[in-house]
């Protein structure tokens, strides 16, 4: 089993910069990739960027695109998610995800870290 603990949330003005990350612990070399995901208030959970854990290819959702950046520290088991240029918009809950089990399938999640970003 993997373990996520997720941290680094905060408050942060529009426009600036924040990193969150994302700390794996257990089995984790059965990794396929991890994911960002955020919930705002009052919506649904939604995609915000995957990593694969060995070639590091990289996707995004489109309203990140250019300004958020996923990365990841084998070394550390570790998965960063560096934001820029942020917006309102993008206050959530932000969670961490791993494929652990089958490529493209989130079977573990982190309990989650609060960014708000202030107008």
């Known amino acids: 089993q993997v373990q996520l603990v997720e941290s680094g949330g905060g408050l942060v003005q529009a426009g600036g910069s924040l990193r969150v990350s994302c700390a794996a612990s257990?089995?984790?070399?059965?990794?396929?990739?991890m994911g960002w995901f955020r919930q705002a208030p009052g919506k649904e959970r939604e995609f915000v960027a995957v990593?694969?854990?060995?070639?590091?290819?990289?996707y995004y959702t489109a309203s990140v695109k250019g300004r958020f950046t996923i990365s990841r520290d084998n070394a550390k088991n570790t998965v960063y998610l560096q934001m820029n240029r942020l917006e309102p918009e993008d206050t959530a809950v932000y969670y961490c995800?791993?494929?652990?089990?089958?490529?493209?399938?989130?079977?573990?999640w982190g309990q989650g870290t609060l960014v708000t970003v202030s107008s």
């Open positions: 995800a791993a494929q652990t089990r089958a490529l493209g399938q989130y079977d573990t």
């Open positions: 257990g089995r984790t070399a059965s990794t396929y990739a």
């Open positions: 990593i694969n854990w060995n070639s590091g290819t990289t």
